[in-house]
């Protein structure tokens, strides 16, 4: 089987090129090829020697997931569906601003961890994306946008919020992130990419460690109690260890503090009281409140809160000084919102086994 080059960071380039019996300054050259230019094609290599690009043809290819499709919303979002074979697809989107161009990348085929209000913890879980579909994410984003390498950067920012949870597929999260940051790579500074998690605590101290990134935790709830049923991982690292773990990631972080994400969903975590159960909560902690108002899906279960419930939470939070900002709904005309993004995902979990059943029975009732 031949490598694909897009799996390796800097360091796997370099053990890649040694086991060919090649120089490690090739590993540079390759990687500034590859992702500086986002070129597909060894011939193209020019400052390569002809006999290494044939030999390169034949022990390695670039291989990206394939694009499916590409939809533009009437805001400017757009959102791209790769292939990641097995029938299952991912969805990538590109979220443009004045200031900056977002692009908001997948980790998993689907996502193991169950969230009540998320679409594609609805689906199930198929599989952990490796790192070139990670970054191949990035790789295509930038061809189908028009990218100049000389030119400005058209995506300044790369958010790992798109499906599935980065800190469960931790080691091909890693090289990804290095190349993101890698000035041969894409050369992005480290305040500018924003890992999300749900709260996988020892995930987030080996991040620290190894690659400290901006730091965006699912929060959704202020106590244990509510969280245990909205964000089941909160069972296994309940709030005071994600607390904790929160101040440890600090010091090494780019930016000093961590941004809480928080669902709006009318009548379950919106209430005065709660504001004030979180600013108790996360007394400790430097931090920004970011209101996501609920994207609703068919059988959600779930409403959003009102608008102006969502700024009297605010109020509650910034009038305790902590800075909150609520999100702008981009895209939900193409269903590339947070929480709608779906792809396809061929679920390999028990759950859905359980819910297959109970679709059958239906289908036989009907
Ligand atoms: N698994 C990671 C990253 C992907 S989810 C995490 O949970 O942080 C990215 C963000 O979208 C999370 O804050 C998540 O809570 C939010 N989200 C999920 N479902 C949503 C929905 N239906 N409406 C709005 N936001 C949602
Ligand atoms: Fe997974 Fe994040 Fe969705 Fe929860 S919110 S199910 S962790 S993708």
Redesign the pocket.
């Given at each position: 089987m031949p490598t694909n080059l897009l799996d390796l960071d800097a360091a796997g380039l370099t053990e890649f090129f040694a086991s060919i019996g090649e120089k490690p300054f090739r590993a540079k050259q390759v990687l500034r090829w590859l992702h500086r230019f986002g070129e597909g094609d060894f011939d193209a290599m020019t400052d390569i020697a002809k006999a290494l690009r044939v030999k390169l043809q034949g022990e390695a290819c670039i291989a990206p997931p394939s694009l499916l499709s590409d939809k533009k919303s009437e805001d400017g979002t757009r959102k791209f569906l790769f292939d990641v074979g097995g029938g299952n697809a991912i969805e990538t989107v590109f979220i443009p601003e004045e200031d900056r161009g977002t692009l908001c990348i997948s980790t998993q085929a689907g996502?193991a961890?169950d969230?009540a209000?998320?679409?594609?913890?609805k689906q199930g879980f198929n599989r952990n994306l490796s790192v070139a579909e990670i970054i191949g994410q990035l790789w295509q984003a930038n061809k189908a946008l028009g990218f100049d390498p000389k030119g400005e950067r058209i995506i300044s920012n790369v958010v790992?919020?798109?499906?599935?949870?980065?800190l469960a597929n931790y080691d091909n999260l890693l090289p990804a992130l290095r190349l993101m940051l890698d000035d041969n790579a894409y050369g992005l500074s480290r305040r500018r990419v924003t890992v999300?998690?749900?709260g996988i605590v020892p995930a987030m101290d080996r991040l620290s460690r190894d690659c400290p990134v901006a730091l965006?935790?699912?929060l959704?709830a202020p106590t244990d109690a509510l969280r245990d049923r909205l964000v089941p991982i909160n069972r296994k690292y309940p709030l005071a260890d994600l607390m904790a773990a929160c101040r440890r990631y600090l010091p090494a972080a780019p930016r000093d503090f961590v941004t809480f994400?928080y669902?709006m969903l009318d009548g379950i975590n919106d209430h005065d009281a709660d504001a004030r159960e979180l600013l108790r909560l996360t007394r400790e902690v430097p931090c920004k409140f970011n209101l996501?108002?609920?994207?609703?899906?068919p059988q959600?279960g779930f409403r959003r809160s009102g608008a102006e419930r969502v700024r009297r939470f605010a109020e509650i939070l910034m009038a305790a000084g902590v800075v909150t900002t609520t999100r702008r709904t981009r895209g939900d005309d193409i269903d590339a919102?947070?929480?709608?993004l779906a792809g396809q995902v061929l679920d390999r979990s028990s759950r859905t086994a359980r819910s297959r059943k109970s679709m059958s029975i239906v289908e036989i009732a009907s």
């Open positions: 996502c961890l969230c209000f998320c679409s594609t913890g790992l919020m798109g499906m599935g949870e980065p999300s998690t749900s965006a935790v699912s959704h994400e669902i996501i108002p609920f994207n609703p899906f959600s919102a947070c929480g709608q």
